[in-house]
């Protein structure tokens, strides 16, 4: 009962959500259930996982602006690490297991698949946040720490654009993997779009126009029509 009460069901479902693709992998090595090729199968289970969890990070500001919830943005942090994290991981399974850690391999499957550069920019645009996610350099860096933080708006694009070129020229993706993509794209786009000073004040002022009529019905029903 105390872990309920220490943590709120929307950190619980974070962390859950987060790890939930490590686990879905344990549980396919355990029964075998891979394919054939299981290092590069585990490489794209864990770079979808980072965009999914990347687009969720970005989606924790414009829905507080929109539907005013605090807890939102205290759990921006958490998903942003998390995404980082499984980057981290999509990186080395494609360096380890895929290449071996040959380094001349390595230079020649990137003349190959130039995508991996571009996935590769937006990790290290990445890596200084992660870093500096942490609120003692709030206060050592100051309002350089916002500026930053913005580079996020140009590595989430470039992390899809990795995915999308992936996609086209790796024909283990299917159907629904390249639907998957076209989804993750649009709502990245999307809430990248919120972002902007012009469209946030039109969902704000929608938001507070919406809630102010649930009050009003609230507090003022109409009278039963006898």
Known sequence: MKFFRRYTPLQIAVHLYAWSSLVWAL??????????????ELERQTGRHALALLALALSCTPLHFIFKIPELLKRR??????????????????????????WSRLAQTLKEKPYILVGAAAFLMLLPMGVTSFDVWKIRLGKNWKRLHQIVYFAAPLVVVHFFWSEKLDALHSVNDALR???????????????????RRRAAAFSAQTLTRRFKKKTHPKADST
């Open 77 to 102: 942090r958490a998903l942003g690490l998390y995404a980082l994290l499984f980057a981290a991981l999509h990186i080395l399974l494609f360096v380890h297991l895929e290449n071996s850690l040959a």
């Open 27 to 40: 549980f396919q090595l355990l029964t075998n259930s891979l394919p054939e090729n299981p290092a590069q």
């Open 181 to 199: 993509l076209w989804i993750y794209g649009l709502v990245v786009a999307a809430l990248l779009l919120l972002r902007a000073p012009s469209i």
